[in-house]
């Protein structure tokens, strides 16, 4: 109430009407936050502060000055190729493995962005979606890029709903032929536990509140009406926007959009007939590409991220592999459910993603 100079009883109000799924429009006219921006009005601001109008900001992080080397120069133009593998997430916890972070990724292509010496990106995609923040963030950099330089997006075995999310707003999108794509969609995932929490585990749960939905969330009890019409508009919203930003980027009308969409999963020659990709071919198709649109004829290619040495994660791995048998020998038939509902938890409630892992048998 201080900081913000908002009386408590209007706090209270605010906490009452759920603020979280109202537009963050709202927020700014509520005085809960100041204004609305992208990482890159971040820099903006920075450099108004510092009044470095022109030229990279000298911002860098303890690892990236300790690793700083010179590079030997190569011949030609440089198309950069940046490879997205796996699940999007807001950012990388301990246990992330093959995680499209979005934090670091967005730090990686503004950096291709502001890198002169590359002409071109080539944004490799294997995803089957995550995190709808986290899509919606990527998104904006890939747009950034591309208005920067071209932009050429290379689907592997899958670019879907959140995998597609970050593709769309490339200047080119190359599929394999059998990669799985689309999926435009969205959900709210948030874990109702009640029934494994008491009537498997024995735990019951008294609850005392300030707010008429202070608990939102928690895992021990459903949602009531109030709560679940509340989720589904933010949902809506968060579909609508999906949309949107498919129509923008394929220059296609929303409604023309909504008719591939609703979770719908096609293949790459499929996406290609329907306008959701524009060739089919693999990472050197879409390396020529990035070429041509940069007009280039004498370029080498570099790759991103730098993948760490093999003996760097390989006592990480024998923890992780120790703690997970560990917990399997003492929860025995728990330990499935319980992980499951873990990685749960640690999700984005928005997701967009394909509710199912493929698994294609010969």
Not at 7 to 26: I, V
Not at 37 to 49: E, F
Not at 177 to 183: A, H, K, N, V
Not at 276 to 298: E, M, R, V
């Amino acid at each position: 109430s201080r900081s913000r100079s908002i009386k408590k009883d209007l706090l209270n109000e605010y906490a009452d009407s759920m603020l979280t799924f109202r537009p963050a429009e709202e927020l700014v006219r509520n005085g809960m936050i100041d204004s609305l921006c992208y990482i890159d009005g971040i820099s903006r601001m920075l450099r108004a502060k510092t009044g470095k109008d022109k030229g990279a900001l000298p911002l860098v992080s303890v690892k990236e000055l300790a690793a700083a080397t010179e590079a030997t120069p190569k011949k030609g133009d440089k198309i950069a190729v940046y490879y997205a593998y796996g699940d999007i997430v807001d950012r990388k916890t301990e246990w992330s493995e093959n995680v499209i972070d979005a934090e670091t990724v967005c730090r990686d292509l503004r950096t291709l962005r502001e890198d002169e010496s590359v002409k071109a990106v080539v944004l490799r995609v294997n995803s089957g979606g995550g995190s709808a923040y986290a899509s919606e963030q990527i998104w904006h950099e890939v747009k950034l890029l591309r208005e920067a330089k071209p932009v050429v997006v290379s689907m592997g075995g899958m670019a879907a709903s959140g995998g597609y999310y970050i593709s769309c707003a490339a200047n080119y999108i190359v599929a394999e032929p059998t990669t799985l794509t689309g999926s435009i969609g969205i959900f709210g995932l948030i874990p109702d536990a009640s029934q494994l929490l008491s009537d498997k585990l024995g735990l019951h749960f008294d609850v005392v509140k300030t707010n008429a939905h202070a608990d939102f969330g928690t895992p021990a009890r459903p949602f009531n009406p109030s709560e679940a019409q509340m989720m589904q508009g933010y949902i809506q919203r968060g579909y609508k926007l999906f949309t949107e930003r498919v129509a923008d980027g394929r220059n296609m009308k929303t409604g023309q959009v909504e008719k591939l969409a609703e979770g719908r999963v096609w293949t790459g020659r499929q996406a290609v007939e329907n306008g959701l990709a524009d060739a089919n071919g693999n990472l050197q198709t879409a390396i020529k590409k990035a070429a041509s649109l940069a007009q280039i004829k004498d370029y080498h290619t570099e790759y991103a991220p730098t993948p760490s040495p093999w003996y760097e994660g390989l006592f990480d791995q024998q923890k992780k592999d120790y703690l997970n048998t560990a917990l399997q020998e003492t929860l025995g038939t728990y330990y499935a459910p319980l992980m499951s509902l873990r990685q749960i938890r640690q999700m984005s409630v928005l997701q967009t993603r394909i509710p199912y892992e493929p698994n294609f048998i010969n």
